[in-house]
């Protein structure tokens, strides 16, 4: 059976993953508008058999349970669910998340971006609001703010912020032309999902939102993943510097790193080196090390400033030759 679809003709579907939802879920659920199509519930092996729950009580027509027999983690609950959303032909895929921290009722303001094809991907943001910042506990905000720099530069979207925000609208050929196998399935999968899309090219808008902590508590400890996602951050900028700016392209940007960062290297070694002899350095020695330290530097600036430029401006979805879906 074809899903309903809106006013422009863009069949939504919102995924759930559940692990320990059960005290949040049925309210979240109870508080999903009418312009959503499908819903699915992703149990993901969850402890508290909330896929049962939903099933007991739940009474929505829209909603499908889906159960998986192991743990997958956020990013893998919600690519299971996607893939569902795909293959029903869904032109729209929303993620929300059932700790009730996201209001459902913003799902319209998430999906309008993409149905008015000013946007392939939206993607909340809790920082917008100065006012909304202060009901923030503190090591979120230097978390998210230490998070969201990593995620800019292995990404490439310099205009984003929060980046390990769950409420998410994909446009459902972006999602499809990703290889989702290879998406992180734990909690990288909101930063590792836009390194993904941002080697389509595409076009990433933030929806301002405000977040709602009550008792339920985020299993993302920011101190503690801060290393494994710098790590993971970094692998991911160094394929993204491959990939666009050697594989892809070569440019003024191609340029600038490939010479800016062994300048760097090397004037910063040759002086560590030479900090240490008892002679005193002579200008040469001096000159030897700041110059190409100075020089690579000013290449580096200079090639963060031309990636930030090079920030996709223009929704691609349209003209992804490989996926065809009817709802456009």
Not at 60 to 77: F, K, P
Not at 78 to 102: E, F, N, P, T
Not at 141 to 165: E, Q, V
Request: with cysteine.
């Amino acid at each position: 059976m074809k899903a309903e679809t809106t006013a422009r003709n863009a069949s939504i579907a919102v995924v759930i993953p559940c692990y320990c939802e059960k005290a949040h879920i049925l309210d979240v659920l109870a508080r999903i508008g009418p312009e959503v199509a499908a819903i699915y519930v992703v149990d993901d092996c969850c402890p508290e058999y909330t896929g049962d729950l939903v099933a007991t009580e739940c009474r929505d027509s829209r909603v499908r349970i889906v159960r998986l027999e192991t743990n997958l983690g956020v990013g893998g609950a919600v690519l299971a669910g996607a893939r569902l959303a795909l293959s029903d032909g869904h032109g729209i895929v929303v993620k929300v998340d059932g700790d009730g921290q996201m209001d459902p009722a913003l799902i319209g303001r998430f999906v309008r971006p993409i149905e008015e094809r000013a946007a392939d991907v939206t993607k909340g943001n809790r920082f917008y609001d100065l006012d909304n910042i202060r009901a923030m506990p503190l090591v979120r905000i230097f978390g998210n703010a230490a998070l969201s720099f990593l995620t800019k530069l292995s990404s490439g979207y310099w205009s984003i912020f929060d980046p390990t925000n769950g409420f998410v609208a994909w446009d459902s050929r972006i999602l499809a032309a990703i290889p989702m196998e290879k998406v992180a399935s734990r909690y990288f999968f909101e930063s590792d999902i836009l390194f993904w899309i941002g080697l389509l090219r595409a076009k990433v808008v933030d929806i301002p939102m405000a977040a709602t902590y009550g008792s339920e508590v985020s299993g993302l400890n920011p101190g503690k993943q801060l290393l494994p996602f710098f790590l993971r951050n970094l692998r991911n900028f160094c394929k993204r510097i491959v990939y666009n700016y050697f594989l892809r392209d070569f440019n003024i940007g191609s340029i600038e790193i490939t010479f800016g960062l062994p300048l760097c290297v090397f004037g910063f070694v040759y002086g560590v080196l030479h900090w240490g002899v008892n002679e005193p350095a002579t200008a040469g020695t001096v000159m030897v090390a700041a110059l190409p330290l100075l020089t690579g530097i000013l290449l580096l600036i200079s090639f963060i400033n031309y990636d930030v430029q090079q920030a996709p401006r223009e929704p691609i979805a349209d003209r992804l030759p490989f996926i065809d879906m009817e709802w456009r």
